[in-house]
């Protein structure tokens, strides 16, 4: 992406609302406005969580069992891919490159913004309370802090 001669903007995103809210709200305020000459040159990050996090044992029958949900693994990813070139194709946003990779969502979007040169990441909040941060972690908390690039957290309104 370095050869475009725009910054990229890099987007942390799973199959949540708060990450479909947070992609729409980038188009509508970033790439939109500007038609055909956007100021950023859009990257998708998708992390897909390792096999072995899924399993986290093994035993007889798992084998026959890995397959399946490799496949399942791969299959959730590609309809990620698919929602969000979908919501960038309604919003006449194409010029966009998604990738998928292997691992901790946030290390996986981190690497991304490195390998990228990204500007600025944009992720979605989910807006856990203490508790269930603590417990599951915060991509948004550890990238806020991490990323080597402006990070900016979409929060989606209170109904």
Request: glycine residues 8%; contains cysteine.
């Amino acid at each position: 992406m370095a050869g475009t001669g725009k910054k990229v903007m890099a987007l942390g995103m799973d199959n949540s609302e708060p990450s479909f809210y947070a992609l729409q709200w980038t188009l509508d305020h970033f790439f939109v406005p500007f038609g055909q000459d956007p100021p950023f040159k859009l990257l998708i990050i998708h992390a897909q969580p390792p096999l072995a996090s899924v399993v986290g044992f093994t035993g007889p029958g798992l084998v026959d069992v890995i397959p399946i949900m490799e496949a399942d693994s791969k299959k959730r990813a590609q309809n990620v891919v698919e929602k969000a070139r979908e919501v960038c194709n309604n919003t006449g946003v194409t010029n966009v490159v998604v990738e998928v990779v292997e691992g901790d969502a946030r290390n996986v979007i981190c690497d991304a913004v490195d390998r990228h040169h990204a500007s600025i990441l944009v992720v979605g909040s989910h807006n856990y309370g203490a508790v269930k941060r603590a417990l599951l972690g915060s991509v948004s908390d550890h990238c806020s802090h991490n990323a080597h690039c402006s990070v900016l957290i979409v929060k989606q309104p209170k109904h």
